[in-house]
């Protein structure tokens, strides 16, 4: 510590701009920057069992809008654990800044372990990352430091993982005095959309406006600037499932919420978007996860967006990096004698979900764990959804709590995400007291990264963990049963008594087993007031269908067969 390295640097600089936690995994061409670290007070570095895991802490840190989330990792199979997780925060457009360590320079090209500098055949960790990054960069100088940082997180605030390839002798080399830490964040030009174009369309409409929320809603954290439009219009709401928390639910601070789309959704959005005069796409580009089952509908009204990227489905559409500032215009155009005179407001707002067959097997259902977890989840309280059957359900099903966020991430959808995003979400919630963050995921995801609990538990977290164990890759099994005639299975794992196991491997962490509803309530009560973190493993079937609509048929549309091979077809059974 008695010269000012650059690693040095990189801590000071990003304790200055705010940031608190470093989210990562030891190692040899990393260690220098937890070296530096340890010596602050003012920044935290976290580690992790697993490098996706930690870049999922980040992406979780981040999403929950605590701040830049940041993750470390160190040369060859170390970094490039990370990708699936940069991967997802890229695809979701989640502001992450990665730190990646590198062999030193003087070995590049020369057979280093874990070379990986692109010269003389070695792998390219600059093409690799710049691939899932919006800005990569490898930094070669010691000096190359002081503009490469505030570049890096200039461009990861515009949505995405920004990377820098750090070899270990620029880590540890001697960074002349900068005027303190003081280069300043470029101040990147950010646009104010002029939703003009929309302004004429609404004062023109004749009949109700559906609105389509999407993710950039919580990234810029317009969700009082979208209440106010959605109020002066009178009109119903729809959220994409990455982006569930932005519009309210019924009963929880807005009744006109539609609920979900596309393939885990509501099918009424399907309706109410066919009944509209105008349907205004807010922050999302519209996947077709996000729109299966509305192409229909989509066609026959009028549609306009407005977000940072334009929609995959070429509507008018107004840029804006800033929704917060284009909403308000927008409120504001359409106030007094500029307001719509011809809106009308639908009599009501109907809701149908899907209904997948009735199933009777062991274990306890989707749908009532779901409403279990409706009654006794307290407001306030954050969920982290994962992929599968289980995730499905939560979407489908789990209304979210007033106050909280619920995150589920469907960029990539990588199995495993929300252990590392929940434990980034309750460090993002650090100053709360009261805050309880609740991840909700299957075993199959479990036996992927479910080590990181013990993360949670070594740092005292308020996170409890819901493992729905169906002893199954379950939504393959659903798969091979649909698809291809139930004739084997090479989805199904052998037993498991998941929260005894961890009962025993962890004796400070509370962990019970549930296979019976009856029993249920009592094990969440416990779980959600244990002072740090719980686990309760809910016994389901693999062989119950999700609603999940590429599993579900439509009674009501026989002219009209479903193509099975692909998983995002909207022909659904729905009963409102």
Not at 68 to 93: D, F, K, Q
Not at 488 to 512: D, H, I, K, Q, T
């Amino acid at each position: 510590m008695a010269r000012h390295r650059v690693v040095d640097h990189i801590v000071a600089y990003l304790a200055s701009v705010g940031v608190e936690y470093i989210f990562g995994v030891d190692g040899a061409n990393i260690e220098d920057l937890y070296d530096a670290a340890f010596y602050r007070a003012d920044i935290t570095a976290v580690l992790a069992k697993h490098e996706f895991s930690a870049a999922t802490m980040a992406d979780g840190y981040s999403r929950s809008g605590a701040g830049l989330g940041v993750v470390a990792a160190t040369s060859g199979g170390g970094c490039l654990n990370t990708v699936p997780g940069l991967g997802e925060a890229y695809a979701s457009r989640v502001p992450v800044l990665a730190l990646i360590g590198q062999a030193p320079t003087a070995l590049d090209g020369r057979g280093a372990f874990q070379d990986t500098s692109g010269r003389n055949g070695a792998l390219d960790g600059q093409a690799l990352f710049s691939a899932v990054s919006v800005y990569c960069r490898r930094v070669t100088s010691a000096e190359d430091i002081v503009t490469a940082l505030p570049q890096a997180i200039t461009a990861a605030k515009t949505g995405g993982p920004a990377v820098l390839l750090l070899p270990k002798d620029i880590q540890q080399a001697t960074l002349e005095a900068v005027n303190g830490t003081d280069i300043s964040i470029t101040q990147r030009t950010v646009h104010t959309g002029d939703p003009h174009p929309i302004v004429r369309a609404l004062r023109r409409v004749d009949g109700p406006v559906t609105i389509i929320a999407g993710e950039q809603v919580a990234r810029d954290d317009a969700r009082a600037e979208l209440e106010q439009l959605r109020a002066l219009l009178r009109a119903r709401v729809a959220c994409v499932p990455d982006a569930k928390d932005v519009a309210g639910t019924p009963g929880m601070g807005s009744s006109s919420a539609l609920g979900v789309t596309g393939v885990m959704g509501h099918p009424s959005v399907a309706t109410a978007i066919a009944e509209s005069a105008l349907c205004l796409v807010v922050g999302t580009r519209l996947s077709v996860t996000a729109r299966a089952g509305l192409d229909r509908a989509l066609r026959s009204t009028n549609v306009y967006s407005i977000g940072a990227e334009a929609p995959f489905l070429p509507w008018t559409h107004v840029h804006t990096d800033d929704l917060r500032g284009s909403l308000s215009r927008l409120t504001t155009a359409l106030s007094g004698r500029g307001r719509p005179p011809r809106l009308r407001v639908p009599d009501t707002v109907r809701r149908a979900e899907l209904y997948p067959p009735a199933h009777s097997g062991p274990g306890i259902r989707y749908r009532d764990a779901m409403t279990l977890l409706d009654r006794m989840l307290p407001e306030g309280v954050d969920v982290v959804v994962d992929a599968g059957n289980i995730g499905a359900a939560a979407i489908h099903h789990l209304p979210v709590r007033r106050d909280g966020r619920f995150i589920v991430a469907l960029g990539m959808g990588g199995m495993g995400y929300s252990f590392g995003a929940g434990i980034g979400v309750a460090f993002g919630n650090a100053a709360d007291p009261n805050s309880r963050t609740v991840v909700i995921s299957g075993d199959g995801s479990f036996f992927m990264h479910g080590m990181e609990i013990h993360t949670a538990l070594q740092y005292r977290l308020p996170v409890t963990f819901l493992l729905f164990d169906n002893h199954a890759h379950a939504m393959c099994v659903t798969r091979e049963q649909q698809f291809y005639g139930d004739q084997y299975s090479y989805n199904r794992f052998g037993p498991s008594r998941l929260g005894a196991g961890l009962a025993a491997m962890f004796p400070e962490l509370r962990s019970v087993d549930v296979d019976d509803v009856d029993a249920l309530p009592a094990a969440l009560e416990t779980a959600l007031g244990v002072d740090g973190p719980s686990v309760v493993s809910i016994e389901c079937s693999a062989d119950e269908i999700p609603p999940f609509a590429a599993f579900l048929g439509n009674d009501t549309d026989a002219d009209k067969k479903p193509d099975n091979t692909n998983e995002e077809h909207p022909y659904v059974a729905a009963r409102t």
